[in-house]
DNA sequence: TTTTTACATAAGTATATACTTATATAATGA
DNA sequence: TCATTATATAAGTATATACTTATGTAAAAA
C-alpha cells in the first residue's frame, strides 16, 4: 500500500539527527567527519544513521581517499516529497560555512 | 530548534495507521467508529492514535450525542506542511463512499 | 613499517512504540 | 431501570529504536 511506503519515509525522516543530515546533504555533499563535526554526535551515531538513509536509498555514498562521501540521491521515488519539506524548513547553510571558515571543510576532487 | 518540531511531526505522521487517519480526516470529519471500520483495527488501537494525533494538536475532538468526531486543526503550526505531505498521496474518498454505500455513515448535527 | 585517521559494525542497554486484553464511563434505547 | 453502544484508558507485552562502548578495516602519513 502507497501510504505504508510514504509512512516508513517519514518515520526515516522523523528523527532529528537524520532529518538534519539529509538537510545538510541538500546544501551540499558531505563526509562523516563534517557531519559528525556539525552535529556534534559520537561517530558511530552518524554512521549508523547514514545507514539507514543509505538502506533506504535516500542517500549515496562515494568513496575518495580516507573519506567517504555522502550525498541525496535525487533519483529517489520520494525526492519530490523530501523537497517539499525541506520547503518548510530554514537551509543549513551556515554550517557548511563555519566548516568553511575553520579550514576543516574537505574538499576533493 | 526548528528541526526537532518538525522531526516530531514526521514521526508523529510516520505510522501508517496515523497516516491514513489523518488523510481520511483530510476528506470529512469521522468518528471513532467509523475509522474502525475503515481501518479494520480494534477500537482502543484506533483510538489511542486519535490520541497521540491530539496530543499533537493535529486533530480535534468534537462530542455529538454518543460519538465523537475527530477532525483536522486547520490552525496547526504545520497544517501546510501536512498538506503538501498529502499532496503526494492519493485521496481517501472511496472509503468515505464505500460508508455511504453500506448505510453506516453516522451523519449528525 | 608503524601510527594515525576515517569509517563501519557488532554487541549491549535503556527507552519508546504499537499493539493486546480488560475495564471504566457516558449516552442512548428498550 | 437495565442493556447496549461508543469511546477512553490502564496494564501488560513484544518489538523497534537510538544510543553507548569496543573493535575491525582500509587508506594515508610519519
Redesign the pocket.
Known amino acids: 500500500m502507497y501510504h505504508e511506503e510514504v509512512a516508513n519515509m517519514l ?1 526515516l525522516l ?2 532529528k ?2 532529518l538534519m543530515i539529509i538537510s545538510i546533504l541538500n546544501e551540499t555533499d558531505c ?4 557531519l ?1 563535526d556539525i552535529l556534534q ?12 538513509l543509505k538502506d533506504n536509498g535516500l542517500v549515496k ?1 562515494t568513496k575518495k ?5 555522502y550525498s541525496l540521491n535525487k533519483q529517489h521515488e520520494f525526492y519530490a516529497l523530501v523537497q517539499s519539506i525541506f520547503s518548510h524548513l530554514p537551509d543549513q547553510k551556515e554550517h557548511i560555512h563555519r566548516l568553511e571558515e575553520k579550514g576543516i571543510r574537505i574538499h576533493c576532487k
Open positions: 518515520k522523523g528523527d539527527t537524520r563526509c562523516v567527519c563534517e559528525v554526535m559520537s561517530q558511530p551515531a552518524i554512521s549508523q544513521h547514514l545507514r539507514k555514498e581517499a580516507q573519506w567517504v562521501f
